[in-house]
């Protein structure tokens, strides 16, 4: 399987995916700079977290615009993988590819600590390994983490099973106490209607591995990896 990492000015995860591609899952990975026009022969485009474009103006906002936004649009349209980290799930709202919008968390901090997310959707690309309800400890960074939705489109992600992860305790409850952020329903991520684009916003790539003393987010790379290997993912 070959994956491209898109490396937008201030993104700072994108070699912490590209490791986890290439030295954990033993995968083929290229870096993606943020103005190539044409993605070809890749079958995952990851967006990794960051600060793209140091998030002066709003996270994602500029980044959106970047010539190589057209092409994972164009790559998502045609059924290809996307996934987004983080900043990059930021990216993915700003350039419509998921729905809602994020905003600056209910402490109005940034935030640096391990969270628990439960698994919402077990059918998806990226949770296909996963037991329905399988509670994952993830780790989260970020200040603008806060997803919102109106209630016309909650409804819709509700109905069409496209919220993949809620924040919730260590059994499992959901709670307003394991939101870290206020996201809306306690949202850490979401899929889009034909959830072959996920966006979340824990960092799976920050505990894939024993050496980290967590490896709960390798299930989310091993089931894109087993969703690939099964041909459901199409060539793009």
Same mark, same amino acid.
């Given at each position: ?51 793209s ?12 615009f ?13 059924? &290809?993988? #996307? /996934? +987004? ?8 709202? =700003? !350039?419509? %590819? ?29 949770t ?66 034909? &959830?072959? #684009? /996920? +966006?979340?916003?824990?960092h799976?790539?920050?505990?894939? =591995? !024993?050496? %980290? ?14 969703w ?9």
């Amino acid at each position: 399987m070959r994956f491209g990492v898109v490396v937008f000015p201030g993104s700072n995860c994108d070699a912490d995916v590209y490791h986890v591609l290439g030295q954990v899952l033993g995968q083929e990975a290229a870096y993606v700079w943020h103005r190539e026009e044409r993605l070809s022969g890749f079958d995952c485009v990851v967006l990794p977290g960051g600060f793209s474009y140091g998030d002066y103006l709003r996270t994602g906002a500029i980044a959106r615009f970047s010539p190589v936004m057209q092409a994972v649009t164009e790559f998502a349209e045609q059924g &290809g993988l #996307v /996934l +987004g980290i983080c900043n990059g799930f930021q990216i993915l709202l =700003e !350039a419509g %590819l998921l729905p809602g919008a994020m905003r600056v968390n209910k402490t109005v901090q940034f935030i640096c600590r391990d969270v628990w997310v439960r698994v919402e959707n077990a059918g998806t690309p990226y949770t296909c390994l996963a037991r329905p309800g399988q509670v994952l400890r993830l780790p989260i960074a970020h200040k603008e983490g806060n997803y919102y939705c109106d209630p016309q489109t909650l409804g819709e992600l509700e109905a069409n099973g496209q919220i993949a992860f809620r924040y919730c305790e260590p059994s499992g409850g959901i709670t307003e106490e394991a939101n870290p952020n206020g996201s809306l329903a306690n949202i850490a991520g979401i899929v889009n209607r034909r &959830g072959n #684009v /996920l +966006g979340l916003m824990p960092h799976p790539e920050r505990c894939a =591995e !024993a050496v %980290l003393g967590n490896r709960d987010g390798l299930v989310i790379w091993q089931s894109i990896l087993e969703w690939w290997k099964s041909g459901k993912a199409p060539a793009v």
